[in-house]
Nanobody, 117 residues
C-alpha cells in the first residue's frame, strides 16, 4: 500500500527538541518532494517545511526558520524534521505529505507534538 507514516512526536518542555520521522513505502520515494504540515485546534493547517525530490531545496515557515531542519534519506525512504528550541506555539499535529508532478499526493495520519511547561 502507498503510504507515509509519521513518528517521533511527544511532549516536551519549551526549549526542548524532537525529531520527527516520515517513513514511506509503496512508491518511488526518491521522486517525491516531501512536506511537513501542522495543524493545531482552531487553526488552519500550515506548511512547516518542505524538501525537494533532489534534496537540494528546502523551504521553511518563517515561524520555524533557524529552529527546524528538514532532511531526507532516500536510502531509508525517510524524511526527518529536526525541531529544536521548541515553543508552546509549535504544539500541533504534524503531518507528512509526499507529492510528485501529476500524481495524487500521499498524506500521513500525523503525529502529535506538545510543547508545554
Amino acid at each position: 500500500q502507498v503510504q507515509v507514516v509519521e513518528s517521533g512526536g511527544g511532549s516536551v518542555q519549551p526549549g526542548g527538541s524532537l525529531r520527527l520521522s516520515c517513513a514511506a513505502s509503496g512508491f518511488t520515494f526518491s521522486r517525491y518532494a516531501i512536506r511537513w504540515y501542522r495543524q493545531a485546534p482552531g487553526k488552519e493547517r500550515e506548511l512547516v517545511a518542505a524538501v525537494s525530490s533532489a534534496g537540494g531545496v528546502t523551504i521553511y515557515a518563517d515561524s520555524v526558520k533557524g529552529r527546524f531542519t528538514i532532511s531526507r534519506d532516500d536510502a531509508k525512504n525517510t524524511v526527518y524534521l529536526q525541531m529544536n528550541s521548541l515553543k508552546p506555539e509549535d504544539t500541533a499535529k504534524y503531518y507528512c505529505y509526499a507529492r510528485r508532478d501529476d500524481v495524487s499526493p500521499i498524506w500521513g495520519r500525523g503525529t502529535q507534538v506538545t510543547v508545554s511547561s
